[in-house]
């Protein structure tokens, strides 16, 4: 948790200013400042390649890991947690009347007398980001998020001194596993203390009471906006526990005025637009997907070549298309997969006394770097995809794809190059690199022996090993 001391900067529209919890942020700043602070690149220490002792250079692949790329995606989406924070925080200046009859009564429970600043009226929006594992959402939200601190001290503001010390920029918590809303209050309270820097508090015994300790523990210490990681875990059952926790989540945006960040995989988005009310909410601050980058864009480039350039082989390959149009194939456009292929193909080379990485390396990294990953429904769905040419694939996407169309994209699909059975991929690329490939073969003399007879293909077939009817034989 990093807590900074409040240095105050002059808010640019006139109802954020005079308000200390907005005036504590970093200012506002463009594009190009934004996107640096996101960026990380780790030193390369060029000597190392060519150091003598192989392990001392493949310990130091682990810093691929370390690389950090913006995307375009990544300022819109610190752009929308931005203005949530200050649009939450414009309704609570602790300065303000308002504020103080907000700390001291709860939002339902209003007094008879207004203060002459009016009733609190919460001001919260909705966030959502979705996209498939590995695509890169938690290396975003992470470099985002810490763009602000996570606490703000304040002492005192233009001479005046501040009642509440604390301001909670952001809090993290993730969705319990069985939606419950009493577990994600003790996570929420837990991770509260924490970032205060407080004993862990007891959770009170009943989900009223323990509802009503968070909410007064947010108040106290202006929490910011809430972040909700793995919210995939959410499914619709019939016991309603999701649908109770929606609603708490919910309620601390209709009476505390706290935005909420979802953060999810596939298939949140399908959950939520099972009711209008939960998309309405979750997305009235923004709605973000996240997919594996195309091979057409910019993006994918300009990642590739930044992760390229870290290398620690004794000699540099050069990013050849044909290197690039392979990475991408393998990896379908994810980008953890792309960093342990490229790492794994390092560890593979460096020490074997030619230490030039070619498609047939990348391939056996893809192995044994993303043996299951390559598995999984998604990614044979996206690499399927992109065996169609491009205009084939906008049409798939629409649904314009004509017959003709559908023809022609089988033909390529059907090209020999590739493999025409993803669920022997695997096996028969781990074949191609194995070591001990004559121990598997039980007669490895056959073909000699085949030659040697009058009928070879009688010979074969009395041996089972050409079968010319298999639907025949094996139905």
């Known amino acids: 948790m990093r807590k900074e001391k409040a240095r105050y900067n002059k808010a640019i529209l006139p109802e954020h200013q005079g308000n ?28 190392i390649r060519q150091h003598p002792d192989p392990l001392v250079r493949e310990e130091y692949t682990v810093r691929l890991k370390n690389l950090r790329q913006p995307l375009p995606i990544y300022y819109k989406c610190f752009r929308a947690i931005e203005d949530a924070i200050k649009a939450g925080y414009s309704a609570k200046n602790p300065l303000s009347p308002t504020t103080a009859q907000y700390l001291h009564y709860p939002v339902d429970e209003k007094p ?11 001001k919260g929006d909705g966030i959502t ?19 602000f601190p996570n606490v703000i001290v304040h002492d005192n503001y233009n001479g005046q001194v501040m009642e ?43 989900i009223g009471k ?7 523990k947010i108040k106290a210490n202006f929490l910011g906006i809430l972040v909700i990681d793995e919210m995939q875990r959410l499914e619709f059952k019939r016991t309603g526990g999701e649908n109770n926790l929606l609603n708490f989540l919910h309620s601390l945006v209709n ?35 996240m997919e594996a980058l195309s091979r057409d864009g910019d993006a994918w480039d300009c990642f590739v070549h930044e992760l390229w350039d870290l290398h620690w082989t004794n000699i540099t390959t ?27 193909a390092q560890k593979l080379v460096i020490g074997s006394g030619d230490e030039k990485i070619t498609t047939a390396v990348l391939e056996q990294a893809h192995v044994s770097a993303c043996g299951l990953s390559s598995k999984t429904e998604e990614v044979i769905s996206l690499r399927e995809q992109n065996t169609l040419p491009r205009r084939q694939k906008t049409e798939a996407k629409t649904g314009t794809l004509s017959k003709n169309n559908v023809a022609n994209a089988k033909k390529v699909i059907a090209d020999i190059t590739r493999p025409q059975h993803p669920e022997f991929e695997l096996q028969l690329r781990e074949l ?17 022996r085949v030659a040697d007879e009058d009928d070879p293909l009688g010979y074969l077939r009395s041996n089972k090993i050409l079968c010319d009817s298999p639907i025949e034989q094996f139905n």
Not at 133 to 147: A, F, H, I, P, T
Not at 270 to 278: G, V
Not at 323 to 342: A, C, F, P, Q, T
């Open 20 to 47: 200390p919890l907005i005036e504590a942020l970093r200012p506002k700043a463009n594009q190009e400042t934004v996107m640096e602070a996101f960026s990380s690149y780790p030193e390369l220490d060029e000597h």
């Open 112 to 122: 008879e007398i207004a203060p002459h600043t009016g009733y609190f009226e919460p």
């Open 129 to 147: 980001l979705v996209g498939e594992s590995g695509v890169g959402k938690s290396s975003m939200l992470e470099q985002v998020l810490n763009y």
């Open 164 to 206: 509440h010390r604390n301001q909670i920029v952001w809090l993290k918590v993730d969705c319990p596993n069985n939606s419950s809303v009493r577990d994600l209050c003790e996570e929420i309270l837990a991770t509260l203390d924490q970032a205060i820097g407080n004993k862990r508090t007891k959770p009170e015994p009943t």
């Open 210 to 216: 323990l509802t009503r300790q968070i909410e007064q």
């Open 255 to 289: 009476k505390l005025g706290v935005p909420l960040f979802f953060c999810a995989n596939p298939p949140f988005d399908e959950t939520l637009a099972k009711t209008l009310k939960a998309a309405r909410r979750a997305e009235s601050g923004g709605y973000f997907e």
């Open 318 to 344: 050069e990013l050849t298309e044909e290197l690039n149009d392979k990475l991408h194939e393998l990896s379908v456009g994810n980008l953890d997969m792309v960093h342990r292929i490229y790492r794994d």
């Open 432 to 448: 191609q690199s194995a070591i001990d490939l004559p121990d598997r073969i039980a007669e490895p003399d056959l073909l000699r």
